[in-house]
């Protein structure tokens, strides 16, 4: 009994935190097989790209590591929690709406249940640069696995003067 209770308490919090839609939508862009495996599938590495849904002309990409084997097969494996990010500027910065420090802006599960990777937005508004940052949520050896990438907000196109991040993230 105490093992079925367990067991419904586990689906209702996988349950919870698919619910929970990211801020921005990931496009695959390639995949590259690391480790070959005979019957199952390959233990790979991903690369996606995520545009901002709140700062229009930034697009970030990161490369994640996706197990194979039985597990990945049935998308039940724990992902290692090592990101690498990079995020540009790819058209003219204009803020969508005013957004605080840290923000999501793209959220994406790493378990069944517990590990999720996160991508999160901040301004330096002394140098007007956008900063992103990924990280795991689950800690491995008391610090988090991350990565960060600025973005300069430079003027582009002749477009006039660039937007100062300053006036929309506080």
Same mark, same amino acid.
């Given at each position: 009994?105490?093992? /079925? &209770?367990?067991? /419904?308490?586990?689906? &209702?919090?996988?349950? &919870?935190? /698919? ?27 991903? @690369? ?30 724990? +992902? @290692?929690?090592? @990101? ?14 005013? &957004? ?13 249940? =517990?590990?999720?990777?996160?991508? *999160? ?8 640069? $956008?900063?992103?940052? *990924?990280?795991?949520?689950? $800690? ?15 003027? =582009? ?9 300053? +006036? =929309?993230?506080?």
């Amino acid at each position: 009994m105490k093992a /079925l &209770a367990s067991a /419904l308490l586990a689906g &209702a919090l996988a349950l &919870a935190g /698919l619910a929970a839609p990211a801020a921005a939508q990931e496009d695959l862009i390639f995949r590259k097989s690391t480790v070959w495996k005979m019957l199952t599938p390959d233990d790979k590495l991903a @690369v996606y790209g995520v545009d901002d849904p709140v700062v229009e002309g930034v697009a970030c990409h990161y490369t994640v590591p996706e197990k194979g084997g039985v597990s990945g097969m049935f998308g039940v494996a724990e +992902e @290692v929690s090592d @990101v690498s990010l990079a995020c540009r500027q790819i058209g003219p910065i204009r803020f969508k709406e005013k &957004a605080e420090q840290g923000d999501v802006v793209f959220r994406e599960r790493r378990s069944l249940i =517990w590990k999720k990777m996160q991508i *999160v937005r901040g301004c330096d508004a002394k140098r007007n640069v $956008l900063i992103y940052m *990924v990280y795991s949520d689950k $800690l491995i050896d008391g610090s988090p696995k991350n990565s960060t990438s600025s973005v300069p907000i430079m003027p =582009w196109g002749g477009t006039g003067e660039p937007a100062k991040c300053g +006036e =929309w993230i506080r």
